[in-house]
Nanobody
Framework: QVQLVESGGGLVQIGGSLGLSCAVS????????MAWYRQAPGKQRELVAI???????SYADFVKGRFTISRDNANNTIHLQMNSLEPEDTAVYYC??????????????WGQGTQVTVSS
């Protein structure tokens, strides 16, 4: 069974840094675009950053210059380095991936979410 497994969330102080990782568990043919989303209490889930298989990335305006998304295709993992964290970054962060389980079949997968809390 294919899953996305996140790690690295936690509690951090304002201005601090935190790294998130997401690994594909199970056998896949390839991982296409992968991304990080977040959802704060009472708010809709929103895109944070996305990266293509070729490494092209884009970011939501509210994290530009502070967050960096990267990926390791050999190990089917992505990472999100978060710097200069603000209380507004507090949310559950979800990994998302468009994964090909065969040469002709692809589907969207979500991780279980990891909590990031930024406090003073």
């Amino acid at each position: 069974q294919v899953q996305l497994v996140e790690s690295g969330g936690g509690l951090v102080q304002i201005g601090g840094s935190l790294g998130l990782s997401c690994a594909v568990s199970g056998t896949i043919f390839s991982a296409n675009a992968m991304a990080w989303y977040r959802q704060a209490p009472g708010k809709q889930r929103e895109l944070v950053a996305i990266i293509t298989r070729d490494g092209a990335s884009s970011y939501a305006d509210f994290v530009k210059g502070r967050f960096t998304i990267s990926r390791d295709n050999a190990n089917n993992t992505i990472h999100l380095q978060m710097n200069s964290l603000e209380p507004e970054d507090t949310a559950v962060y979800y990994c998302y991936g468009q994964l090909q389980t065969s040469r002709t079949y692809a589907n969207a997968y979500w991780g279980q979410g990891t909590q990031v809390t930024v406090s003073s």
